[in-house]
């Protein structure tokens, strides 16, 4: 069973910066982060598949960074250049399917993921 925890999210004034961390316990093939903003449906944000491969929404792109840390079993989400319109609450999310990971466009929909965190707010003032 995975078990996922995040943590890092907070209150910053647009232009700065948060880094978002999401402990695993377990094994994992494929993870990712989504946003939720109040009235709207989860989108996604980032992924990563075996640790290697990433991809980014384009709403992000050149601002966040998702990376893991083998070591210390930890997903991590920096984002840099944080806008008002960034404010959500982030999901870490992850599955332990090659099969499904592999899957053409897979890894951008909320239907791959079996597992998820609780969520950290994060808050962006303009």
């Known amino acids: 069973q995975v078990q996922l925890v995040e943590s890092g999210g907070g209150s910053v004034q647009a232009g700065g910066s948060l880094r978002l961390s999401c402990a695993v316990s377990?094994?994992?093939?494929?993870m990712a982060w989504f946003r939720q903003a109040p009235g709207k449906e989860r989108e996604f944000v980032s992924s990563i598949i075996n640790n290697d491969r990433t991809s980014v929404s384009d709403s992000v792109k050149g601002r966040f960074t998702i990376s893991k840390d083998n070591a210390k079993n930890t997903l991590y989400l920096q984002m840099n250049s944080l806008k008002p319109e960034d404010t959500a609450m982030y999901y870490c999310?992850?599955?332990?399917?090659?099969?499904?990971?592999?899957?053409?466009?897979?890894?951008?929909?909320?239907?791959?993921?079996?597992?998820w965190g609780q969520g950290t707010q994060v808050t962006v003032s303009s």
């Open positions: 377990g094994y994992t093939y494929c």
């Open positions: 999310a992850a599955d332990d399917n090659i099969w499904v990971c592999g899957k053409i466009g897979a890894t951008g929909s909320t239907l791959t993921y079996n597992y």
